[in-house]
């Protein structure tokens, strides 16, 4: 069975960084793309970035392009996600996804850590 566990949320000033992390147990990390969401409050949840399983391709949010960095290691079974230059409306839950489903795996959510960026 998969489970994703997010870490690394926290209160970080304007302009500020922070590194989330999501840790993959069980079988096949490498078959599965990695993506981070997130939710602000009162607001729909949305896509930040993606990194394929190969970690050859990411793909960004318009919002995060430039300062945001996703990364995975395939070795550890962990994606990070590097967040610089924060701003206030990067506030919300950081929600980790593992998408296996084009192989046949399954698509599953970790249960969110929290991002707060104070003005």
């Known amino acids: 069975q998969v489970q994703l566990v997010e870490s690394g949320g926290g209160l970080v000033q304007t302009g500020g960084s922070l590194r989330l992390s999501c840790a993959f147990s069980?079988?096949?990390?490498?078959?599965?793309?990695i993506s981070w969401y997130r939710q602000a409050p009162r607001k729909e949840r949305e896509f930040v970035a993606v990194?394929?399983?190969?970690?050859?391709?990411?793909v960004y949010a318009d919002s995060v392009r430039g300062r945001f960095t996703i990364s995975r290691d395939n070795a550890k079974n962990t994606v990070d996600l590097q967040m610089n230059s924060l701003k206030p409306e990067d506030t919300a839950i950081y929600y980790c996804?593992?998408?296996?489903?084009?192989?046949?795996?399954?698509?599953?959510w970790g249960q969110g850590t929290l991002v707060t960026v104070s003005s």
């Open positions: 996804n593992a998408d296996g489903r084009p192989r046949g795996y399954l698509e599953v």
């Open positions: 990194i394929r399983r190969s970690a050859a391709n990411a």
């Open positions: 069980g079988r096949a990390f490498s078959m599965y793309d």
